[in-house]
């Protein structure tokens, strides 16, 4: 890759109007903006708003989930039109990738998404990449698209990940925008106003999370405002607008980063204390250290591995599916050591 990576989030209450619905206005301004960034990066557009764009096509819509997932379908494809018509303007062409967390758990599957988009842009393409609500089996609120943007930022190695906000960056208690953060410590997310949008799914304190994450594996992260007087994305990447938090150094294999970004997606094993010392003398997961186990997962797939007190200590790749371990059999080797990142 000649290019760095640049990821850019997109919530449902940044693009879209009063009414809920994707503005054309914003979605024009996002497509010549980001055109001038196409020149210098690979760019991946992970984009909220299918929903509000489908919602009106749905009778008597209540926002249960059934209702959402048909929302989406609807809204999928206009949402889509609406950048595709934005971006032609100047000379680039869009492509959809809607995501599921099969896609970031499983390396086989997570490699071949990886060859589509380099394969995308190398043809000058930029891709649109979304939930795919419509056959989730999890509520939409888990992800209002942050943790979609951090795993694709962390798996594909970007140098920069942005998050557009309603609010244009982080508020401090004056309500003024915070233009730079060396650390997310408690006494930055204190600062989070914890009421969410009316439109979205999320609010800071998702960002924040997801940008800690981002941080850890060395991705600068931007939380930036997309209408009208919030700067938009040009001066927020210039660092003139925005919150920037700033990255943590890292040596990390392109391999090990996708443990790690994987690792967001599945289950958490909690282990007993014999357990967790044999993991950080660089030794193999087996079964009969694991004290409890939270969320299913298939074999290949990929966990957060917690102490008692459910402090994340590493990431593994399981040799095993959640349904071997129910016995728990002793010698069974769940995760290999070269399967097994600290952090």
């Known amino acids: 890759m000649t290019k760095p990576i ?29 055109s001038q960034l196409q020149k210098t990066h690979h760019i991946v557009l992970v984009s909220s708003g299918a929903v509000g764009a489908g919602k009106k096509f749905i009778y008597k819509y209540d926002g249960s989930l059934s209702k959402r997932k048909a929302a989406a379908a609807i809204g999928n494809p206009r949402l889509i039109i609406k950048y595709n018509e934005a971006f032609e ?9 809607l995501c599921e967390r099969r896609h970031f758990a499983n390396r086989e599957l ?13 043809n000058d393409i930029i891709p649109i990449a979304n939930e795919n609500d419509v056959v989730s089996d999890r509520e939409l609120k888990f992800s209002d698209n942050d943790e979609l943007a951090t795993l694709i930022a962390a798996g594909f190695g970007a140098s920069h990940l942005m998050i557009a906000t309603e609010s244009g960056g982080l508020l401090d208690n004056n309500k003024e925008v915070v233009s730079h953060v060396a650390k997310i410590d408690e006494s930055i997310m204190n600062l989070v106003d914890t009421s ?51 990255p943590e150094p890292i040596n990390l294999s392109a391999r090990n980063k996708w443990l ?3 690792g967001l997606t599945t289950a958490r094993l909690v282990l007993d204390q014999g357990a967790v010392k044999a993991i950080k003398k660089r030794k193999s997961l087996l079964a009969v250290g694991i004290s409890s186990i939270s969320g299913a997962f298939g074999k290949g797939e990929v966990v957060e591995l917690t102490n008692e007190k459910e402090e994340v200590i590493a990431i593994a790749r399981c040799r095993e599916a959640s349904v071997a ?19």
């Not at 303007?89 to 990738?97: D, F, N």
Request: aromatic share 6%.
């Open 6 to 34: 640049l990821v850019i989030k997109f919530g449902t209450s940044a693009i879209s109007n009063k009414n809920g619905e994707p503005d054309e206005n914003i979605i024009g301004q996002i497509a010549q903006e980001v």
């Open 89 to 97: 303007k100047h000379g680039i062409q869009v492509a959809q990738s």
């Open 110 to 122: 997570f490699l071949e998404l990886k060859e589509t988009y380099q394969e995308l842009w190398e």
């Open 196 to 246: 969410k949008s009316s439109l979205g799914t999320g609010g800071m304190s998702s960002k924040l999370t997801f940008a800690k994450l981002a941080n850890k594996m060395g991705i600068k992260v931007t939380v930036f405002g997309i209408k009208e007087g919030q700067g938009g994305i040009l001066k927020s990447f210039e660092e003139k607008e925005g919150t920037t938090f700033e």
């Open 260 to 262: 790690i970004s994987g």
């Open 325 to 343: 371990l129910k016995n728990r059999p002793q010698n069974l080797i769940v995760a290999h050591a070269d399967d097994i990142v600290l952090v």
